[in-house]
C-alpha cells in the first residue's frame, strides 16, 4: 500500500535530496498506468517558510499532523543534527502507527534521534556514517551499500541513492510494471548494481614511520612484480617475524592486505585514465590473472572492474570534455 507520502523537511533542507522524493512520488502518472499518490510537504508548521541549504525558502503545505495516516513518511536529507521534541514526537508516533519510514542521506540523522534506529541495519552517506555512529552506537550502520530496507524502516545513503530507495519502495508496493515506467520517466535504470564502496576514496594505509618507508617505496615502483614476506624481509634487512610485526605496526595492516589495496588502486587508476584491457591490467597491477584481479577489486571496491571503468571513465570523459 502506498497511496500517501509524507515527506518531512526540516532546515536547511537539502535541494537535490527533497527533489528525489518529490520527483517519484509527486508527480501524477496514472495516465501512465502508475497508481495515484498524495504526496504533503510536512514542516514543523504549515505555511512558514522553510530555508534551504542554497538560500532558497520553500513553504510546506502542512505540519506535522501531515504525517498522521501517512503510508510512507520520507525524511529528506538536513544538515540540523538536533531535532524539537514535537518533531520526534510527530515521527515516533508515524511509526508506532504503522508507517513506513524512509530517510535519504542524512535524513538517517532524524531517525537515530527519535531512537528508531537502536538495533536496526541501516545506512547513510559514507561521509556521515561515523557521526552516524558516534551519535547512535546501537544503529547498525552499513556505509557500503546505497540503501538498507529493513521493512517498516528504510535508509539510504547520499543524494542519488534516494532515487534508489524511493523506486525500490515503488516496486515493492506498487510492482515492477509502475518502477519501470516511472525511471524511464526520470531516465534512470530502475535498479543500480553496486554500493557506496566505488564512490569512496579507499583509506591507504601509510608508514607511521621512517623505518619501512623505503621498502614500500620501492614495492610501490615495481606492484607488476611478485612480493613475498620472505623477499620484502630481506629487502628491509629484518627476519621475517621482525618485519611483519614491524609492518603491522608502522601501517596498521599486513604486508598482504597492504600489497592487494596498492593493486588495486593502481587498477583503479588504470580503469579510469587508460583504455587497456583488464588483463593488461592485472600484468601491470601484480595481480597475474583477470579473475584474481576481478576477485580482489570485487571485495575492495563492490563492484566488477568493468562496471567501475563504465561509471568512472565515463566521469572523467565528461570533465575533460
Same mark, same amino acid.
Given at each position: 500500500?502506498?497511496?500517501?507520502?509524507?515527506?518531512?523537511?526540516?532546515?536547511?533542507?537539502?535541494? &537535490?535530496?527533497?527533489?528525489?522524493?518529490?520527483?517519484?512520488?509527486?508527480?501524477?502518472?496514472?495516465?501512465?498506468?502508475?497508481?495515484?499518490?498524495?504526496?504533503?510537504?510536512?514542516?514543523?508548521?504549515?505555511?512558514?517558510?522553510?530555508?534551504?541549504?542554497?538560500?532558497?525558502?520553500?513553504?510546506?503545505?502542512? $505540519?506535522?499532523?501531515?504525517?498522521?495516516?501517512?503510508?510512507?513518511?520520507?525524511?529528506?536529507?538536513?544538515?540540523?543534527? %538536533?531535532?524539537?521534541?514535537?518533531?520526534?514526537?510527530?515521527?515516533?508516533?508515524?511509526?508506532?502507527?504503522?508507517?513506513?519510514?524512509?530517510?535519504?542521506?542524512?535524513?538517517? &540523522?532524524?531517525?537515530?534521534?527519535? /531512537?528508531?534506529?537502536?538495533?536496526?541495519?541501516?545506512?547513510?552517506?559514507?561521509?556521515?556514517?561515523?557521526?552516524?555512529? %558516534?551519535?547512535?552506537?546501537?544503529?547498525?550502520?552499513?556505509?557500503?551499500?546505497?540503501?538498507?530496507?529493513?521493512?517498516?524502516?528504510?535508509?539510504?545513503?547520499?543524494?542519488?541513492?534516494?532515487?534508489?530507495?524511493?523506486?525500490?519502495?515503488?516496486?515493492?508496493?506498487?510492482?515492477?510494471?509502475?518502477?519501470?515506467?516511472?525511471?524511464?520517466?526520470?531516465?534512470?535504470?530502475?535498479?543500480?548494481? $553496486?554500493?557506496?564502496?566505488?564512490?569512496? %576514496?579507499?583509506?591507504?594505509?601509510?608508514?607511521?614511520?621512517?623505518?619501512?618507508?623505503?621498502?614500500?617505496?620501492?614495492?610501490?615502483?615495481?606492484?607488476?612484480?611478485?612480493?613475498?614476506?620472505?623477499?620484502?624481509?630481506?629487502?628491509?634487512?629484518?627476519?621475517?617475524?621482525? &618485519?611483519?610485526?614491524?609492518?603491522?605496526?608502522?601501517?596498521?595492516?599486513?604486508?598482504?592486505?597492504?600489497?592487494?589495496?596498492?593493486?588495486?588502486?593502481?587498477?583503479?587508476?588504470?580503469? %579510469?585514465?587508460?583504455?587497456? /584491457?583488464?588483463?593488461?591490467?592485472? /600484468?601491470?597491477?601484480? &595481480?597475474?590473472?583477470?579473475?584474481?584481479?576481478?576477485?580482489?577489486?570485487?571485495?575492495?571496491? $563492490?563492484?566488477?572492474?568493468?562496471?567501475?571503468?563504465?561509471?568512472?571513465?565515463?566521469?572523467?570523459?565528461?570533465? /575533460?570534455?
Amino acid at each position: 500500500m502506498l497511496s500517501t507520502v509524507a515527506a518531512l523537511v526540516i532546515p536547511p533542507v537539502t535541494p &537535490f535530496e527533497l527533489g528525489t522524493i518529490c520527483e517519484v512520488f509527486g508527480i501524477d502518472r496514472t495516465e501512465d498506468g502508475v497508481p495515484p499518490i498524495e504526496l504533503r510537504i510536512c514542516g514543523e508548521k504549515a505555511g512558514e517558510p522553510i530555508r534551504t541549504s542554497v538560500g532558497v525558502d520553500m513553504v510546506p503545505s502542512h $505540519g506535522l499532523d501531515g504525517l498522521a495516516g501517512a503510508d510512507l513518511v520520507a525524511i529528506s536529507a538536513t544538515r540540523a543534527r %538536533e531535532f524539537s521534541d514535537e518533531l520526534l514526537d510527530a515521527v515516533r508516533a508515524a511509526a508506532a502507527a504503522g508507517s513506513t519510514l524512509l530517510s535519504v542521506c542524512s535524513g538517517a &540523522f532524524v531517525l537515530g534521534a527519535a /531512537g528508531l534506529l537502536d538495533d536496526r541495519p541501516c545506512t547513510t552517506h559514507w561521509d556521515n556514517a561515523q557521526e552516524l555512529a %558516534e551519535r547512535h552506537p546501537r544503529a547498525r550502520i552499513d556505509p557500503d551499500v546505497l540503501f538498507v530496507d529493513d521493512g517498516n524502516l528504510v535508509t539510504s545513503a547520499g543524494t542519488a541513492a534516494g532515487i534508489d530507495a524511493c523506486l525500490h519502495l515503488v516496486r515493492r508496493e506498487l510492482g515492477s510494471a509502475a518502477v519501470n515506467l516511472i525511471a524511464r520517466r526520470m531516465v534512470v535504470p530502475p535498479q543500480r548494481d $553496486g554500493g557506496q564502496r566505488q564512490y569512496i %576514496e579507499q583509506p591507504v594505509p601509510v608508514c607511521r614511520a621512517d623505518g619501512l618507508a623505503p621498502v614500500l617505496d620501492w614495492v610501490l615502483e615495481h606492484l607488476e612484480v611478485e612480493h613475498s614476506v620472505a623477499d620484502l624481509a630481506r629487502r628491509a634487512r629484518m627476519s621475517e617475524r621482525s &618485519f611483519a610485526r614491524r609492518f603491522v605496526a608502522e601501517t596498521g595492516t599486513t604486508p598482504h592486505k597492504w600489497l592487494t589495496l596498492q593493486r588495486v588502486l593502481r587498477a583503479q587508476r588504470l580503469l %579510469e585514465d587508460t583504455d587497456l /584491457g583488464i588483463d593488461d591490467i592485472a /600484468g601491470r597491477c601484480g &595481480f597475474g590473472s583477470a579473475a584474481l584481479l576481478r576477485h580482489h577489486f570485487r571485495k575492495v571496491v $563492490g563492484v566488477a572492474p568493468a562496471d567501475f571503468r563504465r561509471t568512472f571513465a565515463a566521469r572523467n570523459a565528461l570533465a /575533460g570534455s
